[in-house]
């Protein structure tokens, strides 16, 4: 398996929110690219588009970031079709690699990535090799992902690699300092901003990643570490349950239908 990657056909399925951004880069580049959309309780209903996309393509992402269930069966799916040699990479963000991989009959092929939406050219991706993984399609993922345009980092396995774990944890805390009335999200985003020189403040990354998501990779991190520093705020769920998500849903912290 080459470490250069050739203009051969990519398949990407999964949350819109990845495989719409991903597509786009990797058509930008010339890459014959199938996207394929499935959120949700059922992306299993892709299915059959999926296994006749799978047995063309020389690599697949899979960026389901949750339900759990369902992103296994993609998985499952994925790997029973595609050609032995081709690389999967899947996003694991509520996931290790490792895990992804025990879901697989070719182990060996799996790459796990951490990023976080919104996507762009020179955007930092994380790679991770499972334990049972394969150096040279780590390399070979690397390439791909580096001729696209984004900015790898090679870490060790573990649920929500290095950005996604500390930046939800913070994303968590401000939405705590709100629920304690310390202050409002715009005052501790802006506080953020001019004192951490952070791009965005906390509240209005988690409302562009996602509520939901946030709340998922925060499960996540505490069914894994089980130690409490983790543990999502009420206000968070509270609303996720309401479908205040975010820039999706046109409301989270902040309203996003009027700007």
Not at 23 to 33: E, H, I, N, S
Not at 154 to 170: H, K
Request: proline share 7%; glycine share 8%.
């Amino acid at each position: 398996m080459g470490t250069q990657p050739l203009k051969e056909r990519i398949l990407i399925v999964g949350a819109s929110a990845f495989a719409e951004d991903l597509g786009r880069m990797f058509l930008d580049q010339g890459y014959p690219t199938a996207v394929l959309i499935g959120e949700g309780e059922s992306p299993i209903a892709l299915s059959p588009n999926l296994q006749a996309e799978a047995r063309s393509a020389a690599l697949a992402l899979e960026v389901l970031p949750f339900p759990l269930e369902s992103k296994r069966m993609l998985i499952t799916i994925l790997d029973e079709a595609l050609a032995p040699e081709a690389p999967l990479l899947s996003l694991c963000l509520t996931v290790s690699a490792t895990q992804v991989a025990g879901w697989a009959r070719r182990s060996g092929r799996v790459v796990g990535f951490a990023t976080l939406p919104p996507l762009t050219r020179e955007a930092p991706v994380e790679l991770a090799a499972p334990l049972a993984g394969d150096s040279a399609v780590l390399k070979s993922a690397r390439a791909y992902l580096e001729h696209i345009g984004f900015r790898i980092e090679i870490v060790r396995d573990t649920v929500g690699m290095v950005l996604p774990r500390i930046l939800c944890a913070l994303i968590n805390e401000a939405a705590f300092a709100v629920m304690e009335g310390v202050a409002s999200p715009e005052d501790i985003d802006t506080a953020m901003k001019l004192g951490t020189n952070y791009p965005r403040g906390p509240l209005e990354w988690g409302d562009l990643i996602g509520l939901d998501l946030v709340v998922a990779i925060l499960d996540a991190l505490e069914a894994e570490h089980r130690n409490g520093a983790y543990r999502a705020a009420p206000l968070l769920r509270q609303m996720v349950r309401a479908g205040f998500l975010g820039r999706k849903t046109g409301k989270g912290f902040y309203n996003w239908r009027t700007g």
